[in-house]
T-cell receptor
Framework: DAGVTQSPTHLIKTRGQQVTLRCSPISGHKSVSWYQQVLGQGPQFIFQYYEKEERGRGNFPDRFSARQFPNYSSELNVNALLLGDSALYLC??????????????FGAGSRLTVL | LAKTTQPISMDSYEGQEVNITCSHNNIATNDYITWYQQFPSQGPRFIIQGYKTKVTNEVASLFIPADRKSSTLSLPRVSLSDTAVYYCLVGDNGANNLFFGTGTRLTVIP
């Protein structure tokens, strides 16, 4: 079975540009989350989507947006890129909202470098 | 959103048992405790999850005292390939907005 797949794996952009990152969850998983991981730090929560609706948003500026498609894949968009947006962007999927236990399966990430 | 506190780093020799303790004083009634492992340039990987007492799987054990304000991840007989960052997370009910913190960097020495 395919795990969580993300594309592209690496990309380089310049300040002010826009970027779109893509994620395909594990088959049957309805929830997708996005995390930003800056070098040397733990992942920081950006968004969660469940059944195509936004269920959570972290402390990120409006330059960050996302959406989830009917097939549960997701895109993360970042506009007006800043040098500080350089990071590993991780997508994680899970079966969905439950009463307690919540295990995320992460993709390998998209490494974004902003010059 | 419950936060966690872990040691920043630990060193261990190959073949030893490693115990990493995590504090989570503000854990809520419905929260589960989950540990992830992360290698450089990879996404975190699920290790183990528990609610109370002890949980064991093929790679680790998780000990949770009755007050649930802390937990201990136990890795039996570590090898060089266990060198990684280990994150302790306390999850809100069904939410994905987990707080990872900085984790514990485990270095296994030959």
């Amino acid at each position: 079975d395919a795990g969580v797949t993300q594309s592209p794996t690496h990309l380089i952009k310049t300040r002010g540009q826009q970027v779109t990152l893509r994620c395909s969850p594990i088959s049957g998983h309805k929830s997708v989350s996005w995390y930003q991981q800056v070098l040397g730090q733990g992942p920081q929560f950006i968004f969660q989507y469940y059944e195509k609706e936004e269920r959570g948003r972290g402390n990120f500026p409006d330059r960050f947006s996302a959406r989830q498609f009917p097939n549960y894949s997701s895109e993360l968009n970042v506009n007006a890129l800043l040098l500080g947006d350089s990071a590993l962007y991780l997508c994680a999927s899970s079966p969905g909202r439950s009463s307690g236990a919540n295990v995320l399966t992460f993709g390998a990430g998209s490494r974004l470098t902003v010059l | 959103l419950a936060k966690t506190t872990q040691p920043i780093s630990m060193d261990s020799y190959e073949g030893q048992e490693v115990n990493i303790t995590c504090s989570h004083n503000n854990i809520a009634t419905n929260d589960y405790i989950t540990w992830y492992q992360q290698f450089p340039s990879q996404g975190p990987r699920f290790i183990i999850q528990g609610y109370k007492t002890k949980v064991t799987n093929e790679v680790a054990s998780l000990f949770i005292p009755a007050d649930r304000k802390s937990s201990t991840l136990s890795l039996p007989r570590v090898s060089l390939s266990d060198t990684a960052v280990y994150y302790c997370l306390v999850g809100d009910n069904g939410a994905n907005n987990l707080f990872f913190g900085t984790g514990t960097r485990l270095t296994v020495i030959p």
